[in-house]
């Protein structure tokens, strides 16, 4: 093989390389012809996936108790309740907005448990 | 990034069951897909995406099992080269050059985007070399995704990708493309 060679093999394949095949319909047959059921997930999938939750739970507990993460925070709760009274935010009404957090975790929690799987 | 957003999508249809994002991705990947089997079965459009197709097929069916280990194209060309291995073995397709040349369908149902030329420089190849010599020219993958791709060890991909273009150049050669 000379660069010859390979210059020539390379002018030949470049414009190969460079088009792009109109969709012109496929993907919407590839959807269309898609099963309804996946494979599930497999169990050793599940554990592994808990396993990696579970550790990076504690390696965030452990940290959190390294650097006083509790003091921290009880300190700015303390602060933000005391002072919640002096702010004056007429436009922004509570109510609502924990409403609709108590909503969204609730379906968030709720799809969770339908799915019946970890995230991965 | 576009690996992160891939594995996005990836998740969302193997946890949700979303059809939309794989969607997406066989709208991202159907190009370099049918390219490849159109290399493959040298310019045959309606089998190309007759095996495309079953390409996505097992992807869907089998996302899953992605590990994220290599990236999604990586893992969707090994699919779609098994795909091709097992239609092969099931229709007996020979390496035989004039088999290959005389099975051929005629330009009119061929993708007139790319040259004929190719077609018929890659019909002088044996398959595994053709899947390396497509995989690197045409879909500039690695030297190791490649591998990764065939199942085959490195320095046996380099040696098919080594004949491979031995045989392409004679043949180029031939037919006066050192002018």
Redo the contacts between chains.
Sequence with gaps: MTDNDNIIIEQLFSEARKTEIEDNGFSHRVMRSLPDTIAPISRHTIIISRLWTFFCVAIGLAFSFAFHFWELAATYIEVFVRTLPTYDTPGICYAPMTIVMVVASAFGIYKWVDTGRMPV | MDKLNDITLV?Q?????D?RA??RL??KY??PV??FF??HTLGNVQLS?DL??DT??KA??????FRGLSSFQTWLFRIAYNVFYDYTRTHHVSDDIDTAVATRPDTAST?S???M??YD?LARLKTVERSCITLQ????QPIDKIAEITGMPLNTVKSHL?RG??K??TY??NNG??R
């Design positions: 998740t249809v193997a946890v949700l069951h059809k794989f969607d066989v709208r159907q190009s049918r390219r159109l290399s995406d495309a197709q996505f097929v869907y069916v089998n996302i899953t099992k993708d985007n790319l040259k030329d190719i420089a020219l045409i879909d500039g080594s273009k031995e392409l150049a180029l050669k493309y050192d």
